[in-house]
């Protein structure tokens, strides 16, 4: 397929059609005041899958819409669209989370490739260390890394985001983890304990993501009020180890929305609630910590918002009880992966 933009207004932007000609066009938006963003403007972009919604429209016969570039300064971006091929994505609504179990537990019984699976991407750019739980880490999502009991996708935002932009990664996530783990071992099944997080930090550092506090303050039971201080001395410390770097703090997506959708998500109101207020809160106090101690928020909630667990399943970013596709039970797929790292690029490059 190719794209190919009809003439817009100046107030809108131009209409984009896929074709057969070829799997990549261009698309160019009118928007004069505002560079073109990576997905969907001005430069080459896949075509989405036909028929499909993405966030800015829906992909009927066909067409799309560019949409204007992201300039966070402050402000939630823009929904992005998607970029997830027919086959791709039908593959993986099809397999559930247990076939992805499954085939964890083969290859791991057989000593093949989680033992060798790196956890630093090797490129050419700066490095970049993620530090997180199991939102950050990409639980189930093909194809997981070594150690086995982090459940580390090298599908994840952190993994995608430095493959787009030429970034060594050191990715340090691991599900399962609260902040005590950024400072001591995790204790992980499988493989033995995990290093502490802030261990892959160095002075040479130039990006790093945190991506934590749901596990203390919804598994935990903690407050907001005991989580402040903890992430603030977090971020200190994380400057401390890496002073040259740029701090990225990530944001929750909506994992489910308030009440739940009973009976097809199968989860009580009340327990829907306590994870959706969860999300809320953990988001709230990131973000005023990340103002408070000089790094930057990334907002990948807003643009998720009616995309959670209870959305249709071609478009959802997060999987329910019973996921559809692989995915830990109530945490992002792999398209809601794939949308965080546009979100997580877009800002990284608006602020580098």
């Known amino acids: 397929m190719s794209r190919h933009c009809a003439a817009g207004s100046p107030s809108s932007p131009r209409a984009c059609r896929c074709t057969r000609a070829s799997r990549i066009g261009t698309c160019s938006a009118e928007y004069p005041d505002q560079p073109a963003r990576r997905v969907g403007c001005a430069t080459p972009v896949a075509c989405p899958p036909l028929g499909v919604q993405t966030i800015n429209s829906v992909c009927g016969t066909g067409s799309a819409r560019c949409a204007p570039s992201l300039d966070l300064g402050g402000r939630h971006p823009p929904p992005l669209a998607i970029d997830v091929r027919r086959r791709k994505a039908r593959k993986l609504i099809r ?49 997981q890394l070594a150690p086995l009991g982090c459940f580390r996708s090298d599908h994840n935002y952190a993994h995608l985001t430095a493959a787009a932009l030429g970034l060594t990664l050191r990715d340090a996530t691991c599900s399962g983890a609260r902040i005590a783990n950024m400072y001591a071992p995790q204790q992980i099944p499988f493989d033995g304990p995990d290093t502490p997080q802030l261990d892959t930090l160095s002075e040479d550092v130039s990006v790093v993501t945190v991506d934590i506090g749901i596990n203390d303050y919804v598994s935990d039971g903690w407050t907001r009020s005991e989580l402040e201080p903890k992430y603030a001395a977090l971020l200190d410390d994380i400057r401390a180890r890496a002073p040259h770097a740029t701090i990225y703090v990530m944001g929750k997506i909506e994992r489910i929305r308030a009440g739940g959708c009973f009976p097809s998500v199968p989860l009580p109101p009340d327990d829907a609630d306590r994870i959706y207020q969860g999300v809320l809160d953990v988001n709230a106090t990131s973000a005023a910590q990340a103002a408070a101690h000089g790094a930057i928020y990334v907002d990948t909630y807003t643009p998720s918002v009616g995309l959670d667990a209870c959305a249709p399943a071609n478009v959802r970013w997060a999987e329910g009880v019973i996921p559809q596709a692989p995915a830990q039970p109530l945490h992002a797929n792999a398209v809601g992966y794939a949308n965080e790292a546009l979100i997580l690029e877009a800002t990284i490059r608006a602020h580098g």
């Open 95 to 143: 397999r559930s989370v247990w076939a992805a179990v499954t085939g964890l537990s083969a290859i791991f019984a057989s000593g093949q490739a989680l033992s060798s699976a790196p956890a630093t991407a090797e490129a050419a750019g700066g490095i970049y260390v993620a530090l997180g739980e199991s939102g950050a880490a990409g639980p189930f999502i093909p194809n």
